[in-house]
């Protein structure tokens, strides 16, 4: 073969200089040199990569489906192989419907609800409860809070895919909540040269621009690298919002023997936002009636900012034995840090309050006047109050284990077994212009808004946001876990997955509310079994258990600790892999019960309390094909049933604000005889839910679908254009029903064309 192997750093030097003509020359001169030379070209040994970290790869392919996938049991499984119900997001889908952050992508994913409750924190929900466990390539990012609520745009330009297991899944958690465990697998080297960089423009002054640069450094090959850049400015549909993102990624990968990986990386993103909301929107005014703002309507002030920044840092280090066997290290830092100046709602609008209490009334002289004045914000519709907060989060976190295969009874089956540890510190502070309290609050500290729909944040200048501490604390978490599972084949048709984590948890320090969150948990046992029974080749069905046990550090209306939720998780269902395993189809039958789980109680000041419910269940179904049933038609399509039930009044908001049913559906599709064009669509659809606030008032949100349309066209082999259009129906829809008595309305319209070029 008469190639010589490029090295990145030729190519990285040519990118930088900006210069595609450059580019072209230095590779050109290079391969001239080697011909003037006569050398003996020889084509390079393949290098082999230990592990199983390449197996699952999505980029550089039309897919939706992936072939095998760990996030469940450890084990690399194909998706009929899985005793659960799970999910991918491919490469490729994301940038087919331009799902640039997490948000969008678990929007789209069969069985997600976004709950996107403020412009920078949501909660994500499966089977009726909020997501707790997410993990970076197969270990677990610790949620110190285990509230469940992402703060920031989480960008994902850096991931390759996105798995979703839904269901408990204690086994690689180690906490077993039932909703739905999140794995985020990031881009890796890849051995052959392969660069790109892509321009994005959109409504409401969207800007981005990406790069991705990857290939060995070496030439020996033993040596991998990768390079991941973006940035991005966008204004919104909401009145003065405005977020700047910036994104770095590198990883190298180096063989050091030939069994033997050691991986380095670090990532970077940075967030700033001009006028975002806290709190959002009250929904009713304060005679009952909905509020019903414009789509634009925003609480963020005009000097309003929330910033962000993450930084993750990750070394691995994995040998292969021999006798097959693979032991792997994994070592990751992480930390967040948070400083904000928020406007927060503290009121429904004012209306119907005739009087106030005079401040300066004396009763042993007149002429201070009466004990009650005329209210003069009567007119106006809301209170804000002007607030700073800060946050700092640091984690650090190992995993040890060792997987492979052995014999027993004439048959060979598979193991792993190993341990956990992981550390986190987290602080944070909050001051206000006065009390949260409209009763006690200094009236004169607060901004009165006559009308937030024609409101401009102008709040009458730079108000005090410091005067009043409203809360701090600092605390520390640690999580120590042994565990392991086998997969046993005990028939050529009837696989057994069984195994344990056995975990220590305790955390202690103060809460933001100053109330103490001391707690410990040791040796809670946290068992799984899962059965996959082969009924043809290509068809199995498949039960699988779980209990449910997951410390909280909530508090109730009395600063009380409530104590872990305790449940169990059922399910079973059917799979199959279809037309030569290009199409993946599943149905699957769940069933939770859990005991003492926190619900949103009272707020006290600007601190959220909750109760315990007992007896909160729900089962259901969920329907998932995805693959390519036909020849260049990629398509996923997911539908899910729950039906939820409490047994108090405390679990019963729940299920207002969570739909019974939903559809996740998208495909693309590249013309017969011009295949350069390709078409696609999304639908999400939703079921109608409700939202009672603590006054009894209720707003009800209809059913509702929001469809997407995308089109690209390979002008060259290179050179990609890409146009996409998002809810083109222009429903009207609030963003989230989960947090009583407020909200605000998600995009309307909107459209963004792109161009890709690839190297």
């Known amino acids: 073969m008469n190639f010589q192997k490029k090295t990145l750093a030729t190519y990285i030097a040519a990118l930088i200089s900006g210069n595609a003509l450059m580019s072209a020359q230095l590779v050109h001169a290079e391969e001239q040199k080697a011909a003037n030379e006569n050398l003996q070209v020889q084509t390079l040994d393949k290098v082999e990569v230990v592990g199983d970290e390449l197996s699952n790869v999505t ?7 992936i072939k095998s996938m760990g996030t469940a049991t450890k084990f690399n499984l194909s998706n009929r192989e899985t005793p659960q119900s799970v999910s991918v997001m491919s490469r490729q889908r994301m940038d087919d419907f331009g799902l640039t952050n997490l948000n969008d992508v678990l929007g789209n994913t069969t069985g997600i609800i976004v709950e996107q409750v403020e412009t920078n924190r949501a909660y994500y929900n499966a089977r009726g409860f909020d997501i707790k466990n997410v993990q970076l390539d197969g270990v677990s990012i610790q949620n110190s809070e285990a509230s469940g609520i992402v703060k920031g745009d989480m960008d994902t330009v850096i991931y390759d895919h ?30 052959e040269f392969q660069a790109s960089v892509s321009a994005t423009a959109g409504s409401w002054d969207q800007k981005r621009l990406e790069a991705d640069v990857s290939g060995t450094i070496v030439e020996s090959g033993n040596v991998r690298a990768r390079l991941v850049t973006a940035v991005e400015e966008t204004d919104s549909h909401l009145d003065r919002y405005n977020l700047e993102k910036n994104i770095v990624y590198g990883v190298l990968d180096a063989n050091i ?9 670090a990532s970077q993103q940075k967030n700033q936002t001009d006028s975002p909301m806290w709190g959002s929107l009250p929904l009713q005014l304060s005679d009952g009636s909905e509020t019903n703002y414009d789509r634009s309507t925003s609480s963020g002030s005009e000097w309003s900012y929330n910033d962000e920044q993450t930084r993750q840092l990750f070394a691995e280090l994995s040998h292969e034995f021999s006798n097959g066997w693979t032991v792997k290290g994994v070592g990751m830092h992480n930390k967040q840090k948070i400083e904000s100046d928020l406007l927060y709602v503290i009121s429904n609008p004012l209306y119907n309050i005739p009087a106030l209490p005079n401040p300066f009334y004396d009763p042993t002289n007149p002429a201070f006047g009466p004990q009650f004045v005329p209210n003069p914000y009567e007119a106006f519709q809301t209170a804000g109050l002007g607030t700073r907060f800060s946050e700092q989060t640091e984690q650090n976190s190992f995993d040890l ?31 206000a212009a006065t009390s949260f309290n409209l009763a006690t609050a200094d009236i004169s500290k607060l901004v009165f808004i006559e009308d937030l729909d024609s409101w401009n944040g102008d709040s009458g200048g730079d108000i005090d946001r410091t005067t009043t501490p409203w809360g701090g604390g600092a605390y520390k978490d640690r999580n120590i876990s042994t565990y392991g599972a086998v997969n046993l084949n005990l028939t050529d048709q009837l696989n057994f997955i069984t195994g344990a984590r056995v975990s220590d948890w305790s955390t202690k320090g103060t809460a933001f509310s100053g109330e103490s969150k001391e707690t410990t948990e040791s040796g809670e046992v946290t068992p799984y079994a899962g059965l996959v029974f082969d009924i043809t080749s290509s068809v199995s069905t498949y039960a699988s258990y779980t209990e449910i046990f997951t410390p909280q550090n909530k508090l109730d209306r009395n600063g009380n600790l409530l104590g872990a939720i305790e449940g169990q998780s059922y399910e079973f269902g059917i799979k199959s892999s279809l037309l030569d395993d290009k199409l993946q189809a599943s149905i699957s039958y769940f069933n939770v019960e859990q005991d003492n789980v926190a619900v949103e109680d009272i707020i006290i000041g600007a601190t959220q309390t909750y109760r315990a419910a007992d007896g909160l269940s729900s089962k259901g179904f969920e329907i998932e094909f995805v693959g390519e049933p036909i020849h260049n038609l990629h398509a996923s399509l997911g539908y899910t049933y729950q039906d939820m039930d409490a047994s108090d009044d405390a679990g019963k908001d729940v299920t207002d604000y969570t739909p019974q049913q939903l559809v996740r559906f998208a495909t693309s599709y590249r013309i017969p005889n011009l295949e350069k064009l390709k078409i696609g669509t999304s639908i999400n659809w939703q079921d109608s839910t409700k939202n009672t606030s603590t006054a009894g008032q209720t707003t009800k949100q209809d059913s509702y679908a929001l469809v997407n349309l995308m ?4 002008v060259t082999d290179s050179l990609i254009v890409q146009a996409n259009a998002n809810n083109v129906t222009d429903e009207d829809y609030y963003a989230s029903l989960k947090t009583r008595g407020y909200s605000y309305k998600g995009a309307p319209a909107n459209y963004e064309v792109s161009a890709r070029y690839n190297f």
């Open 59 to 65: 980029e550089n392919s039309d897919a939706y489906a």
């Open 162 to 191: 996105v798995e979703v297991v839904r269901g408990a899944n204690g086994l690689s958690t180690g906490s077993g909540t039932p909703s739905a465990t999140i794995n985020l697998v990031r881009k890796r080297p890849t051995e």
């Open 257 to 265: 023997t030939d069994n033997t990986i050691f991986t380095i990386g």
């Open 401 to 431: 284990y060792a997987s492979g295969n052995f014999s027993f009874f004439g048959r060979e089956h598979e193991a792993y077994f190993g341990t956990s540890y992981s550390k986190s510190n987290h602080s944070s502070s909050g001051t």
């Open 711 to 714: 089109a690209s066209y390979d």
